[in-house]
């Protein structure tokens, strides 16, 4: 089946740091790769997507590459925000036409100032 | 904000009852979600509806049932609540039926079930 793993949280960093939050997959065929984002109280917002093997996918500071040789999807950030605090989410669409988001447990990022 | 308007915010009931959240998608979108969040489940995808038809079903528990009507607002009716199913219920909507657009979420309504 389809599933999203990815490194559990909390995550806790000081202003300025480096972030990455990995993010793994399993799919049949070629699925598109998401990242959301939760702030408190909100519901998800789209962060960035990448539809097909070697693309970007970037917003606001954050890039994700999708790997198929490792089925993989990190989220990066070369400097954290305050901001930024937040769960994130990775997900996925299988290839198929007209199936569902697979999202990810969430990864929870606390920074401190 | 997202465009995507759900109703009421907060929901507290006991076991045994039956509650109806309600969700107004963004202008001009077709399609409706319905996803549950909770703490030992995570974020699951519960059904989607495409101009008023049934298009997918996820994990959606057959006390649950849901439906578009012509104005394209949505409505999850959940009955015979259980402890369990205490969680963040969110709706979002995208233009259309595919899954490879964007799908905007509202801030969600949640449910508590005493």
């Known amino acids: 089946g389809n599933s999203v793993t990815q490194m559990e949280g909390p995550v806790t960093l000081s202003e300025e740091a480096f972030l990455t939050i990995n993010c793994t997959y399993t799919?049949?065929?070629?699925?598109?790769l998401f990242w959301y984002v939760q702030y408190p109280g909100e519901g998800l917002q789209l962060l960035l997507k990448?539809?097909?093997?070697?693309d970007k996918g970037s917003n606001k500071g954050f890039e994700a590459t999708y790997r198929k040789e490792t089925t993989s999807f990190h989220l990066e950030k070369g400097s954290v925000q305050v901001s930024d605090s937040a769960v994130y989410f990775c997900?996925?669409?299988?290839?198929?036409?007209?199936?569902?988001?697979?999202f990810g447990p969430g990864t929870r990022l606390s920074v401190l100032p | 904000d997202s465009g995507v308007t759900q109703t009421p915010k907060h929901l507290i009931t006991a076991t045994g009852q039956r509650v109806t959240l309600r969700c107004s998608p963004r202008?001009?979108?077709?399609?409706v979600y319905w996803y549950q969040q909770s703490l030992d489940q995570g974020l699951q995808f519960l059904i989607q509806?495409?101009?008023?038809?049934?298009?997918a079903k996820g994990n959606i528990l057959e006390r649950f049932s849901a439906q578009q009507f012509p104005d394209l607002h949505s409505e999850l009716n959940l009955s015979s609540l259980e402890l369990g199913d205490s969680a963040l219920y969110f709706c979002?909507?995208?233009?259309?039926?595919?899954?490879?657009?964007?799908?905007?979420f509202g801030p969600g309504t949640r449910l508590t079930v005493l």
């Open positions: 979002a909507s995208s233009p259309l039926a595919g899954g490879l657009y964007e799908q905007f």
């Open positions: 799919a049949t065929g070629y699925p598109s």
């Open positions: 990448a539809t097909k093997a070697d």
């Open positions: 997900a996925l669409i299988p290839f198929n036409y007209g199936q569902n988001f697979v």
């Open positions: 202008s001009g979108d077709l399609s």
């Open positions: 509806y495409y101009n008023g038809e049934e298009r």
